[in-house]
Structure formats: structure tokens, C-alpha cells
């Protein structure tokens, strides 16, 4: 039993079962905020490993890296190629693209440009240091793209992840009610821009459940923001002094 615990099998395992117990209670609860299956292994998971670290006499982080991370990190491999999925919706809407491309990009430029503005002036005002504001800078991007450039610029990539993990929590927790609230159906292609941008991954899935013009924006957002994290975030941390 004490072997199995160190092997791949435990990390996968572990999170597997924490996201669909999530699931089950995020559906039985209609929806509510705090049980989002994401969040909800994300929380639970940091508990279990906490609490099983005690019954195996060591410290959490050992804990950690000897028996979640060899399988945290099978699953994290397939971000990568999840993240280029979405790259199908995109190629089935490829005529909206062409006809708005230049305002597409400049809108999700000028966006990203000003919320590492609104990063920095937010993270400053909560009182982060230089390591905080490094590993919120990021967050725009997927997770995929954004723990190696944190990492990059001197930030902590647990952090980083749990911010991205947040934003796409709080989207996929509010995004109708927001598409309501804002009116946002009206134009499709700024809804998916908008959920893609601000919830990645998962955002881009709900997008793709409104329409699929929604999902192919949202789909560009991703790619988009990803690539413009990859090359102005480290020029912009250094411009900063991080």
C-alpha cells in the first residue's frame, strides 16, 4: 500500500477522484460557486495531501514531490496538447477570423496590455513583493503557457497556477450570468474573445456551449494572449524592475 502511494497511479488517481466527486456535488448543489470541480480538487487535494503527509510522518512538500508529483505532472503533460485542441473550432469559423482579425488582435492587445497595468497597480496595493507581482503577471495566459514564464521572470509557479486555476473557477462560476448582465450573446464574437481571455482553457469550454463562433473566439483569446504573454511579460517585468 506504502509503495503504491509513489507511484504515478496515486497522483492521477487522487485527482481524478477529488474532480468527479467535485462534479457530482457542483451538480447536486445547482451550480454552486465553491464546488466548481476545478476548485473544488484543487482545495480538497491541498488538504489531503496536508493530512496525509501527517500520517506519513513528513512534511508536506516532500509529501508533494515524492508521491503527487510524478502523477500531477502525467497530468499536467496533456494541458499541452488540450491547449492546441482548440485550435478545431478556430479552423470550422476560420471565415469570421479572416474578416475581423486585425480587430481581434488589437483588442486582445490593447486588453493585455492594460490588465498588467491593473496587475501591478493591484498587486502593489495588497502589499506583494517583487516574487507576488512576478507570479501574478502571467496569469493571462493558460496554464500551460503561463508556470514556465512565471518561473522565467522569478516567480512561483504554485502561485501562478492557482491564479490562473481562480480565473477560470470564477468564469465558468459567473460566465452566464455575466453574458446576461453585459448583454455579451449580442456579440458573439466579443463574448468568446472575453471568455477566452479571461478563462482560458475552461472559459473557452463554455464558450463553445453558447455558439460555435463563441468557441472559435474564444479559441483565438488563447492563443492569442498566449503568445503575447510569452513575449511582452518578461520585457514589461524588466521595464518594472522584477
Not at 20 to 30: D, E, P, V
Not at 42 to 47: A, K, P
Not at 80 to 98: C, E, G, S, W
Amino acid at each position: 500500500m506504502t509503495a503504491a502511494i509513489y507511484t504515478p497511479i496515486f497522483g492521477i488517481g487522487l485527482s481524478l477522484v477529488l474532480y468527479l466527486l467535485g462534479q457530482w456535488i457542483f451538480k447536486k448543489s445547482k451550480g454552486l460557486f465553491i464546488f466548481q470541480p476545478l476548485f473544488f480538487a484543487m482545495v480538497f487535494g491541498i488538504l489531503a495531501l496536508v493530512i496525509l503527509a501527517r500520517l506519513f510522518k513528513t512534511d508536506t512538500a516532500t509529501f508533494y514531490t515524492k508521491a503527487y508529483k510524478p502523477g500531477g505532472d502525467i497530468i499536467f503533460w496533456f494541458l499541452n496538447p488540450a491547449t492546441i485542441a482548440f485550435a478545431i473550432p478556430l479552423y470550422k469559423k476560420n471565415d469570421v477570423f479572416k474578416k475581423y482579425w486585425k480587430e481581434i488582435f488589437l483588442s486582445l492587445i490593447i486588453g493585455m496590455i492594460v490588465s498588467l497595468g491593473a496587475i501591478v497597480v493591484v498587486s502593489k496595493a495588497v502589499g506583494l513583493n517583487k516574487v507576488g507581482i512576478a507570479s501574478m503577471l502571467s496569469q493571462a495566459a493558460t496554464t500551460a503557457i503561463a508556470l514556465p514564464i512565471s518561473t522565467a521572470i522569478g516567480g512561483n509557479s504554485a502561485v501562478t497556477a492557482m491564479a490562473c486555476i481562480l480565473n477560470a473557477v470564477i468564469i465558468y462560476a459567473l460566465g452566464k450570468k455575466l453574458v446576461n448582465w453585459f448583454h455579451l450573446n449580442d456579440t458573439p464574437i466579443g463574448a468568446g474573445l472575453g471568455l477566452g481571455t479571461a478563462g482560458h482553457t475552461v472559459g473557452s469550454a463554455f464558450a463553445l456551449e453558447l455558439g460555435s463562433v463563441q468557441g472559435a473566439m474564444a479559441a483565438v483569446a488563447v492563443v492569442v494572449i498566449g503568445l503575447v504573454v510569452d513575449i511582452v511579460v518578461p520585457i514589461f517585468a524588466h521595464m518594472i524592475g522584477i
